[in-house]
């Protein structure tokens, strides 16, 4: 019964991933928003700006790329702040040759450190957004661009279509633009309004089952009260990339330029039985009369990643009652007003947002002190443990329900019975001592 219970709380894993839903994030996506600013003889003059809404998934290294089809035979005269990856066919053009005549054109962020006349706001940061919930500011991205052969009125532009997002990898999906009230700006010395002549919307929302078919994370068990530690399920990440696994004693593991990203962004995992780039521990560390406390361990096992602000986030009914953390940055996170189950961890920032790649620094560890709740405290059947766990964004594969660490029959002892036990003996020693 117990087991079914649990099988209940942690679907199978596939089933969750199917939707572009996140029950812990269930309005996280990200916003492309096109404002014309202006128009030109043979079409307009945009600035897009990309916002990340999500809480706790960030676009790492390499960045983002985006990708659109034209709905006519529109050229892009001019790019700032972004580029398109290639040029295509502009040979019919003599005069003023396009940035690019793509029918479908992919662009990509530019890197900081750029000239400042090729500079747009919230441009060059290499395609790297931050999540909303631990920056909003640096979870904007923006460019301008400049089309041509296009419509030249908002009843004339035809809007483009087919957007794809890569953020690196796949895992979003686009919907349609659609026209949206026109987007107002404030003048620098907020005492006058402009607006954008159009603006349009597309919504991008991401699904982990897309993404990939395994997830990229796995986490293990123990407690103060068993000595059983429940390590990650076997090929919980597959097994299919075994072969390319290196053992962290190996000569191999030592060799020069290991560490080095390929550009297709490959992982190199240490070999484990588990092979999952990332392995979160949660052990139950310790019971006080008011509080208990946790550790948590976050271990890189991939040779060629370094975890740039890093999240982490758990779902556990106790998260309503978080006293102190110790080591990371903490913030509660209430998808549901009525419910206070879920908080998001990550690194202070110049101390332990990087986790660096498998090897005796790919290590992260904090703990968190927690307040009892008496009415629904408890260590038994598995209660102390993390209903759901995600990094970056992915969720990760939890241990069987039976596999949780018991409460030994001797943790059922409550301080009533042990202090009754203590009156028993002192009054057998009172009883003794009179009849001397």
């Not at 076997?234 to 299919?240: D, I, M, N, V, Y």
């Not at 332990?352 to 904090?366: H, K, R």
């Not at 949780?404 to 003996?425: D, E, F, T």
Request: hydrophobic letters at 35%.
């Amino acid at each position: 019964m117990i087991a079914y219970i649990y099988l209940c709380m942690f679907p199978y894993y596939t089933s969750k991933f199917e939707t572009a839903y996140d029950p812990l994030d269930p309005t996280g996506n990200i916003t492309i928003k096109w404002d014309v600013m202006s128009w030109t003889p043979d079409g307009y003059v945009a600035a897009v700006t990309m916002n990340n809404f999500q809480m706790y998934r960030q676009i790492s290294n390499p960045g983002w790329t985006l990708t659109w089809s034209w709905a006519k035979k529109e050229v892009i005269w001019t790019m700032v702040g972004a580029q398109t990856t290639e040029q295509g066919d502009c040979s019919k053009f003599k005069a003023t040759i396009p940035h690019c005549c793509k029918k479908t054109p992919t662009v990509v962020d530019l890197l900081p450190g750029v000239p400042y006349n090729q500079q747009f706001t919230n441009c060059c940061k290499g395609g790297v957004l931050a999540s909303w919930g631990q920056d909003p500011l640096a979870a904007v991205s923006g460019f301008q661009v400049s089309v041509g052969q296009a419509g030249t009125s908002n009843k004339t532009v035809k809007l483009p279509k087919n957007f794809t997002l890569l953020g690196p990898g796949p895992g979003y999906t686009c919907g349609p633009a659609k026209v949206v009230p026109s987007t107002v700006f404030l003048t620098t010395d907020r005492r006058r309004k402009t607006q954008a002549l159009m603006t349009w919307n597309v919504t991008c929302t991401y699904s982990q089952f897309l993404a990939s078919k395994h997830p990229s994370c796995c986490v293990s068990f123990s407690s103060f009260y068993n000595e059983t530690i429940v390590p990650c399920k076997s090929c919980a990440c597959g097994c299919h990339n075994k072969n390319t696994c290196l053992k962290s004693d190996s000569v191999l593991a030592h060799k020069a330029g290991i560490n080095t990203p390929k550009k297709d962004n490959s992982p190199l995992l240490q070999c484990t039985h588990h092979m999952c780039p990332i392995r979160v521990h949660w052990h139950v560390k310790q019971n006080y009369k008011d509080y208990w406390r946790v550790k948590m361990s976050v271990t890189n096992f991939n040779y060629r990643m370094n975890y740039t602000e890093w999240t982490l986030v758990a779902q556990h009914p106790n998260l309503n009652n978080v006293t102190q953390v110790f080591s990371f940055d903490y913030k509660p996170l209430i998808p549901y007003q009525s419910v206070n189950d879920t908080g998001m961890f990550y690194g202070m920032k110049f101390y332990n947002d990087l986790l660096m790649e498998a090897g005796p620094l790919g290590n992260i560890q904090s703990e968190v002190l927690m307040r009892k709740d008496q009415n629904t405290f408890t260590f038994k059947q598995g209660w102390a443990f993390p209903r759901r766990v995600y990094f970056n964004g992915d969720e990760c594969m939890l241990p069987p329900p039976d596999a949780y660490p018991s409460l030994p029959n001797s943790g059922h002892v409550n301080s009533i019975s042990i202090m009754q036990k203590a009156a028993s003996v002192l009054l057998i020693m009172f009883s003794i001592c009179f009849s001397l």
